[in-house]
């Protein structure tokens, strides 16, 4: 059985990979001109990060992984326990990113990236998710009550 909090995290992720689907495919002639279909991709883009952060913020607890400096420095942790590869790290790493312009500086953000996102992007932080709750009964220390 998953963890509780891994679960809701990853069902959070599934609705806003499903949103900017929604708001992305089948328009993408229109995207660049349409203020609301942009402002929809990129907040859920924003929340599914945000979630994918959570799960690495569990899971480092669930591991006693200790604090972390960032957000980016939590997925390298799950990198260095070997809980993902440095691949996903990377690209982890780099949603973080994402989410940080996103969050802090809007204006900054570029539309191209945004469409690389919402063209598949995305799709890592579903295969984290998942990989979070496939791996969760081997996320436990061994000796839980130490």
């Known amino acids: 059985m998953a963890d509780a909090v891994i679960e ?9 990979i499903a949103q900017v ?3 992305y495919r089948g328009h993408e002639d229109e995207f660049r001109d349409d203020q609301m279909r942009q402002d929809a991709v990129v907040i859920n883009i924003t929340r599914a990060c945000e979630a994918a952060i959570d799960i690495a913020q569990r899971v480092a607890l669930l591991r006693r992984l200790g604090p972390a400096m960032s957000s980016a420095d939590r997925f390298r942790d799950l990198a260095r326990a070997r ?3 440095r691949t996903m790290s990377e690209k982890l790493v780099a949603m973080t990113g994402f989410r940080n ?5 809007y204006q ?10 919402a063209q598949g992007g995305i799709e890592d932080l579903r295969s984290f998710a998942r990989l979070m ?3 969760h009964p081997r996320i436990l220390p061994a000796n839980p009550g130490t």
Do not use: N, P, S
């Open 21 to 23: 689907y929604l708001y």
């Open 108 to 117: 900054k953000l570029k539309i191209e990236v945004v469409e690389a996102i």
């Open 101 to 105: 312009v996103a969050t802090h500086e």
């Open 83 to 85: 809980l993902i590869d």
């Open 133 to 135: 709750l496939e791996a």
């Open 8 to 16: 809701t995290k990853a069902g959070i992720i599934e609705r806003c």
